[in-house]
T-cell receptor, first 110, second 111 residues
Framework: QKEVEQNSGPLSVPEGAIASLNCTYS??????FFWYRQYSGKSPELIMS????GDKEDGRFTAQLNKASQYVSLLIRDSQPSDSATYLC??????????FGQGTTLQVKP | EADIYQTPRYLVIGTGKKITLECSQT?????MYWYQQDPGMELHLIHY???????EKGDLSSESTVSRIRTEHFPLTLESARPSHTSQYLC??????????FGAGTRLSVL
């Protein structure tokens, strides 16, 4: 079992729809959770961080965390073609190291 | 905007050559990382450093080596490049815990 698991996709949604990206992790001691976005041919960039159970909103993005279920998600409202990218879930291990999932590719179709 | 720089951006070399990929950051971060990523594939951690004179191997076995003599500089060296080393190499530095800033990467092609 991988430490951080994501469905590789591609996830395809129409423009204007809500995109839902999911991630599960295995280390119950994990304390910090992140979503990075990576455009094709570019480097990853941080878009969201979440540290406590519940929802955290930033513009069109909402991160959701459920530590009991070891589950993190990212919702993108009003998806735009410019949101088409690979989204990497990342979780800190109990040693403080950041563990990345394999990423989910999102395609937003005009 | 992140102040982390990688050179060269692209490198094509022949088998057996020694190469050094440069990575520098001006943010004063203690933690730095090297990742290897093939197109469309996941990130693999190959080396990391938590400060000057501290280096560790990552999860993916790599024939490369790193050094950390200065906080801002974390170069990666391949003593004898092989075609299997063809990949993209990404350097990152970390602020606090988990907030990583990535350089633009070096695309290496070994013929």
């Amino acid at each position: 079992q991988k430490e951080v698991e994501q469905n590789s996709g591609p996830l395809s949604v129409p423009e204007g729809a809500i995109a839902s990206l999911n991630c599960t992790y295995s280390d119950r001691g994990s304390q910090s959770f992140f979503w990075y976005r990576q455009y094709s041919g570019k480097s990853p960039e941080l878009i969201m961080s979440i540290y406590s159970n519940g929802d955290k909103e930033d513009g069109r993005f909402t991160a959701q965390l459920n530590k009991a279920s070891q589950y993190v998600s990212l919702l993108i409202r009003d998806s735009q073609p410019s949101d088409s990218a690979t989204y990497l879930c990342a979780v800190t291990s109990n040693t403080g190291k950041l563990i990345f999932g394999q990423g989910t590719t999102l395609q937003v179709k005009p | 905007e992140a102040d982390i720089y990688q050179t060269p951006r692209y490198l094509v070399i022949g088998t057996g050559k020694k190469i050094t990929l440069e990575c520098s950051q001006t943010m004063g971060h203690d933690k730095m990382y090297w990742y290897q990523q093939d197109p469309g594939m996941e990130l693999h951690l190959i080396h990391y450093s938590y400060g000057v004179n501290s280096t560790e191997k990552g999860d993916l076995s790599s024939e490369s080596t790193v050094s950390r003599i200065r906080t801002e500089h974390f170069p990666l060296t391949l003593e004898s490049a092989r075609p299997s080393h063809t990949s993209q190499y990404l350097c990152a530095s970390e602020q606090g815990i988990g907030i990583q800033y990535f350089g633009a990467g070096t695309r290496l092609s070994v013929l």
